[in-house]
């Protein structure tokens, strides 16, 4: 095809995502003045992208391969809208050869590489063979055609163990498994080709060795229609959980100068291999001396921040630029590296109980005001509600500085200044995470998270300890409540009566612990507060951010506090606080549900019953296999205990709480 009808100058771009990558899109392509059209499903009728758009086309029902994932109707989007050119983000259909070829047949730009391109470089395994002729290093690895269990058991056995199964489209950590013994690899191949089939469509594998204490270290780089290929510097990638990104940043601290510039040429040799034209990323994999090439991805990256942060270079404007034929706007040597930047990903989910997703209506959404080298890249707002469809990222919190450290303690300013209510968060996790000593120090490898889980996890829950910020801030908060709801009053008024002092008392339930009593005195005098037998003087202030201004002993602070029924959220200098207000009077209920009941902890679709009814199952053992927001979630046997009643089949698309098994206790 003719290289001016595949990169050409266009004024509508199509925008061939959601969440925070479809609002990243929009916000550069507005700025270059180009009208933007943005797709969404039944789901996301009123979500943040759809708003930011000049306009928007409904795709069809919830599930992502009826939307976001059907070429054929994003292909008719986009005549519907009058959209020229397809920008497809990250994730769902942007590495998709099928879907570049779909673009250029009915003449729209694709803001990317080729199909040919991403056939080439989109395929692990395609792409291993690729730059085993170019000379490029390579794990020891079978990437070969052939997906018979007979095959790759052989392949397995001849590379040695530990092993990883890897899916060989897509990424994310979707499709991939860790495999330690030959036992383990029948169930991890099942398990890996599945979920790859579901993420990607396809669902082909690779093997290679597993190095036990790796870093991941990914190059960005970028090519033009004219023949020039540059590489942007590295990014280290090492924090990860279950295979996926969880913090990045750039430059990698774990590289000197002449490493970047080694690691640098290698990426740009390996995208030269096939005359790359697009912004894509070389990944790879260091076991501390070697640095060993694992993929390419042909498309833009979650982390892309961080490079943009430390070479001042808008890498969606680039992309743009590249689609409309232009030359890149810089040489190989312009390009400088300026202080350093990292990035956390916040994802709605739940730390303390293994990760789970979270769904549901955001009711606050709070973040601090970008600006000083801090930047949040969010794709949800307050109101917006996070359904079980798509990938549980909510946003991104970058912070640029001149040094590492004051970068990492930008950030954690940031994440710490970040409220999400309404949904379960990672952010207490992530905070702890990026000023844990080891990351501060670098002396990690992507194990790291797994091995320090239970500490990281128990750093970010709030302390049982009633803090007395925020025991002062929960029954202001609860006064305010009272007081809107008894608006005639003489609780109206805080702080304040015509005569004498007015007492009362607020309990509160801290998380799991026990209630504690807090009295509160008011009036003419100074108000005081009163914990076991501590009681000390305040003054505050609120205001109609539900932040309160609060002076204890003369030292001000803010607390932000959040009121939801009787559950308090407050966060004070001290840490975030989850307080139950035990009511006297609001009728208090509790939900209990029997351990003997296999529930769907969210809504999904079963993938597989690893257990038959009648069976005597050991206290863990696996029973059904759930796909949530497209990763697998194994549901377990609580206790050892006969599994009496499997109430679901493969294929079942079942809501949260809903009873999928039951399993009766032995001995009953």
């Not at 599930?63 to 519907?80: G, P, W």
């Not at 005081?528 to 951010?545: M, V």
Request: net charge negative; hydrophobic share 40%.
């Amino acid at each position: 095809m003719d290289r001016s009808k595949m990169y050409r100058r266009f004024r509508t771009l199509l925008i061939a995502n959601r969440g925070e990558i479809a609002c990243r899109a929009i916000r550069t392509a507005k700025a270059m003045g180009l009208r933007t059209v943005a797709v969404y499903s039944e789901a996301d009728r009123g979500a943040m992208h759809v708003a930011a758009a000049d306009e928007a086309v409904l795709l069809g029902p919830a599930r992502a391969r009826d939307s976001y994932l059907n070429i054929e109707r994003v292909i008719e989007s986009a005549r519907q809208s009058g959209a020229e050119a397809v920008h497809p983000g990250y994730g769902f259909l942007s590495e998709n050869a099928e879907f570049a070829q779909a673009c250029a047949d009915a003449s729209l730009v694709f803001v990317g590489p080729t199909a040919a391109m991403m056939i080439a470089m989109g395929s692990k395994s395609g792409a291993k063979a690729l730059m085993e002729k170019a000379g490029v290093p390579l794990v020891p690895g079978y990437h070969g055609e052939a997906q018979d269990e007979a095959t790759l058991k052989k392949a397995a056995d001849k590379i040695g163990f530990p092993i990883l199964v890897k899916a060989s489209a897509g990424g994310g950590g979707r499709g991939m498994r860790i495999v330690r013994s030959a036992g383990e690899l029948a169930p991890a191949i099942v398990s890996a080709k599945r979920e790859a089939k579901a993420a990607f469509g396809d669902d082909r594998v690779l093997i290679e060795k597993y190095l036990d204490t790796p870093r991941h270290i990914e190059v960005q780089v970028i090519g033009d229609s004219h023949g020039n290929l540059l590489s942007l510097f590295e990014r280290e990638c090492t924090l990860q959980r279950r295979h996926q990104k969880v913090v990045e940043e750039a430059p990698s601290p774990t590289l000197d100068a002449s490493q970047r510039e080694v690691v640098s040429a290698a990426a740009r040799k390996a995208a030269a291999a096939v005359n790359y034209v697009g912004a894509g990323t070389i990944e790879f994999v260091s076991d501390g001396k070697e640095v060993f090439f694992i993929e390419m991805n042909t498309r833009l990256q979650v982390e892309h921040p961080v490079t943009e942060l430390i070479t001042g270079i808008d890498l969606v404007e680039w992309q743009l630029r590249v689609a409309f034929g232009e030359k890149l706007p810089l040489t190989q040597d312009q390009i400088k590296l300026n202080g350093h930047a990292v990035e956390a990903r916040v994802y709605a989910e739940n730390p303390t109980k293994n990760f789970m997703p979270s769904v549901g209506r955001i009711k606050t959404w709070r973040t601090p005001d970008a600006g000083d080298g801090l930047r949040i890249d969010a794709g949800y707002r307050a109101g917006d509600h996070v359904s079980p469809y798509y990938d549980a990222m909510l946003a991104k919190v970058i912070a640029w500085a001149p040094t590492r450290q004051a970068a990492i303690d930008k950030l954690n300013r940031g994440l710490e200044q970040t409220d999400v209510r309404g949904i379960v968060t990672n952010i207490p996790f992530l905070s702890a995470l990026v000023t844990h000593p080891d990351v501060r120090s670098n002396t990690i490898d992507t194990g790291f998270i797994e091995r320090e889980l239970k500490n990281l996890t128990a750093a970010a829950t709030t302390s049982g300890d009633l803090e007395l910020g925020a025991a002062v801030a929960a029954i202001l908060a609860c006064e305010q409540k009272i007081a809107r709801a008894e608006a005639h009053s003489p609780w109206r008024t805080f702080g304040w009566m015509p005569v004498g002092r007015r007492q009362r008392a607020f309990s509160f339930r801290p998380g799991q612990g026990a209630e504690q009593t807090v009295t509160l005195q008011y009036g003419n005098e100074p108000s005081t507060l009163t914990i076991g037998e501590r009681e000390i003087a305040f003054a505050y202030a609120l205001n109609d951010e539900g932040e309160i201004n609060l002076t204890l002993d003369g030292v001000m602070s803010r607390v932000m506090s959040v009121v939801e029924g009787h559950e308090l959220y407050l966060r004070t200098r001290n840490g975030r606080f989850e307080l139950h207000w035990v009511d006297p009077f609001g009728g208090e209920t509790e939900e209990l549900v029997g351990e003997d009941k296999i529930v769907a902890p969210l809504p999904g679709t079963v993938v597989a019953l690893l257990a038959e009814e009648g069976a005597t199952l050991e206290k863990g053992a696996p029973i059904l296999t759930l796909e949530v927001m497209k990763m697998e979630q194994t549901l377990r046997a609580p206790f050892a205990g006969v599994l009496k009643a499997i109430k679901c089949k493969v294929g079942d698309i079942v809501q949260e709480g809903v009873e999928l098994a039951e399993v009766e206790p032995l001995g009953e």
